[in-house]
């Protein structure tokens, strides 16, 4: 039994589509993915289970329908699971039509939209086998190893023409029996990017997130809104093999809130510390900055972590309180303030086109954005994927401005229309809270000492620069 796991091409006229391991599967013009590591885990529980599995990331390689086509003939699979998105789902059950039709080869469909609408996929496309619902690692390996389909749970199939639903597999509670990632199924160079040292690479230390925001995906479809974590050694010894095999420089936790439960904060700090993996690599991380406890970001900077992301996502106390976002704008000030004082790097994300959002409560957002004076900020517009409550409520009161076109969904321009904004003038507001940001003389000579002071902050420097061209001045 072979077993192939794909992220399919995402064909498009605009730039390169990033769907694997985001939260916002989205269409940028500078190719910056992010490493597929879920499909990576998958792969590795396979390879564990003495199962032969190839993996094709078919948007890094920058692969075709025609070309992907051919990759998946050269690999000859039995079974082959296809990750899929919202915006690309058209394209991934066109894949895996074509992909069915080389040698009657089993496929199989993983990810949000395909966990959210199973029943409608299966019961229109008859050349698809299965849907993988929700977090799907050990549902691969069930199918791979030859289980009866009718015992795997997290699986919603066809038998004989009929459609089965199994039952929910729940998650996975000991984070530490995963194998660590099969990087060497990848070629590493296609996710690097500028704002890392090469190499670099991407782990994950917890899975789910307690918070219940109404725009984000991931807990209400994959993952659960209970945070499972890993345990200190575990993640070392990943890192440390990463170093070691890789030569790794810098480590991104990519965990949806990382520095948010102090024990498991500073648990890891002193386990990295007592390693002197701080005196190999650099490392970033996720936090959330409704928590202000001083001796997390402390121990963060003193063993190696250099830069954090918060999700603030506005900067209006109505529209934090209408998508149900746990966060205070003073309170957020008060933690970047805390993070400053232990010399690491802020990065703060934004979103705009709320439903029901002034242009008053944008304004709010980007003179939030500048009075906490972080490094970095990420604008995106609103995007409410189906299966959250806010596209749950935007097809009950009607202000989807694309309700079932699924092709719009890439994050490329606004999705609600509730009234108070007109979508061109928000077009221009968005590309205002960019330039408005990073045009800032004091931002700007900031960037330049930094920049002067080594060769890779000059890299990492220069390169966001460039980014920031293409995408808003070019």
Not at 82 to 106: F, R, V
Not at 171 to 189: G, K, S, T, V, Y
Request: charge should be negative; proline fraction near 5%.
């Amino acid at each position: 039994m072979k077993v192939l796991i794909a992220n399919p091409p995402w064909e498009n006229d605009i730039g390169y589509g990033c769907r694997s391991n985001t939260r916002w599967p989205h269409i940028r013009k500078d190719k910056y993915l992010i490493f597929p590591i879920y499909i990576a885990y998958a792969a590795a529980v396979l390879e564990k289970e003495g199962i032969e599995v190839s993996v094709i990331d078919a948007v890094a390689e920058e692969y075709d329908s025609e070309a992907f086509k051919e990759a998946v003939k050269n690999e000859k699979p039995d079974l082959c699971f296809i990750e899929t998105s919202t915006p690309t789902i058209y394209q991934d059950i066109n894949n895996a039509s074509i992909i069915k039709g080389l040698d009657d080869i089993e496929v199989y469909l993983f990810g949000t939209h395909a966990t959210i609408y199973h029943m409608e996929i299966l019961g229109k496309y008859d050349f698809i086998d299965g849907v993988l619902r929700r977090e799907f690692e050990y549902t691969i390996r069930d199918i791979g190893k030859g289980r009866p389909l009718q015992e795997v749970e997290g699986l919603s199939y066809r038998d004989n023409g009929e459609i089965k639903i199994n039952k929910d597999r729940p998650p996975i509670m000991n984070l530490d029996e995963l194998p660590f990632p099969a990087w060497h199924l990848f070629n590493m160079e296609y996710y690097e990017s500028h704002l890392y040292k090469s190499p670099s690479a991407w782990v994950i230390t917890s899975r789910g997130c307690p918070f219940q925001c109404t725009y984000c995906m991931w807990p209400d479809i994959m993952y659960g809104h209970k945070q499972r974590y890993r345990s200190a050694e575990n993640i070392c010894d990943e890192m440390e093999t990463l170093i070691k095999q890789f030569g790794v420089r810098e480590i991104r936790l990519d965990d949806d809130t990382f520095a948010l439960n102090p024990k498991h904060v500073i648990n890891l700090c002193n386990e990295i510390e007592r390693r002197g993996i701080n005196r190999k690599i650099g490392w970033t991380c996720f936090g959330h900055a409704s928590q202000s406890n001083e001796e997390i970001y402390k121990r963060l900077s003193e063993t190696g972590c250099f830069k954090i992301d918060f999700g603030i996502e506005s900067g209006s106390p109505k529209v934090l309180k209408d998508i149900k976002k746990s966060l205070d704008p003073d309170k957020a000030r008060n933690t970047v303030k805390i993070c400053k004082k232990y010399g690491l790097e802020v990065y703060c994300d934004f979103m705009i086109g709320f439903p029901h959002e002034t242009e008053d409560d944008i304004n709010m957002s980007i003179d939030l954005a500048k009075s906490l004076d972080c490094d970095y900020i990420q604008v995106s517009y609103v995007i409410p994927y189906p299966g959250t409550r806010m596209y749950a409520d935007g097809v009950k009161e009607g202000f989807l401005k694309y309700p079932y076109d699924w092709e719009k969904y890439a994050a490329c321009e606004p999705m609600i229309s509730s009234g108070n904004i007109d979508i061109e003038k928000l077009q221009k507001i968005y590309r205002k809270f960019w330039i408005s940001f990073y045009l800032r003389p004091k931002l700007i000579f900031r960037k330049f000492i930094k920049a002067m002071s080594s060769f890779d902050e000059f890299k990492r420097i220069s390169g966001g620069f460039i980014s920031f061209m293409k995408r808003f001045i070019l």
